[in-house]
């Protein structure tokens, strides 16, 4: 079974709007961790912003903001004010579960193509 | 953030060849390290997961044999692609993970640059 759901395989925007990237996700365990990272044409993988289950608050990292609905178990990435070096593709992850000492793996969605147009 | 080298960035060889691809943490130490593998077009593959002092462990599919990892010191991994193939060409990004306090425990993966390798 899928555990992390990208749904748009490309997305377009305008420069200088905002732009949702959805995810959603599945899991039993109450504790994991979400993530989103960015990867430009180059291949880099650039860590965007955090979310852990239990965190109350609704991350936020500069322009990237995180859109987290635990009972929908979607956390869907806001980039406001689309900049033309947005462009690239953005992978969501999760990682579960969340324990103190455990190096656990990432498990990727299949990743949305944004594209920002001038 | 933490930063992940890793080198070489792009390697051409021929068939049959060896390729030793190499993934530090610069600033931080890291028991565990990642290696995957991706495709064009698509989402990273997590080939094996390379612990500090001792075995990896491979997931389901991907040959031990074939993808040599050695975790030899807490900054530095290798993945070596023995007797190479085309269809071993693809793109190989390592990742380590990067733990922050500051009241709540957060585990961050940073990923190395990547490392293309195609096999003539």
């Known amino acids: 079974a899928q555990k992390i759901t990208q749904t748009q395989p490309g997305m377009f925007v305008q420069e200088k709007e905002a732009v949702t990237l959805d995810c959603t996700y599945d899991?039993?365990?109450?504790?994991?961790?979400l993530f989103w990272y960015k990867q430009p044409s180059s291949g880099e993988m650039i860590f965007l912003i955090y979310?852990?289950?239990?965190?109350?608050q609704n991350a936020t990292e500069g322009r990237y903001s995180l859109n987290f609905q635990k009972a929908r178990k979607s956390a869907n990435l806001v980039i406001s004010a689309s900049q033309l070096g947005d462009s690239a593709m953005y992978f969501c992850?999760?990682?579960?579960?969340?324990?103190?000492?455990?190096?656990?793996?990432?498990?990727f969605g299949s990743g949305t193509q944004l594209t920002v147009l001038p | 953030g933490a930063v992940v080298s890793q080198h070489p960035s792009r390697v051409i060889c021929k068939s049959g060849t060896s390729v030793k691809i190499e993934c530090r943490s610069l600033?931080?130490?890291?028991?565990?390290m990642f290696w995957y593998r991706q495709f064009p077009k698509q989402s990273l593959m997590l080939m094996a997961t390379?612990?500090?002092?001792?075995?990896?462990?491979?997931e389901q599919g991907v040959e031990k044999d074939k993808f040599l990892i050695n975790h030899a010191s807490l900054t530095l991994s290798t993945l070596t692609v023995t007797s190479a193939h085309p269809e071993d060409s693809s793109f190989y990004i390592c990742?380590?993970?990067?733990?922050?306090?500051?009241?709540?425990?957060?585990?961050?993966?940073?990923f190395g640059p990547g490392t293309r390798l195609l096999v003539l």
């Open positions: 990742s380590a993970n990067s733990v922050s306090g500051q009241g709540s425990y957060q585990e961050t993966q940073y």
């Open positions: 899991t039993s365990d109450p504790s994991y961790g």
């Open positions: 979310q852990g289950s239990y965190d109350q």
């Open positions: 992850a999760m990682r579960e579960p969340f324990s103190s000492g455990s190096a656990r793996q990432l498990t």
């Open positions: 600033d931080f130490q890291a028991t565990t």
């Open positions: 390379s612990n500090e002092g001792s075995k990896a462990t491979y």
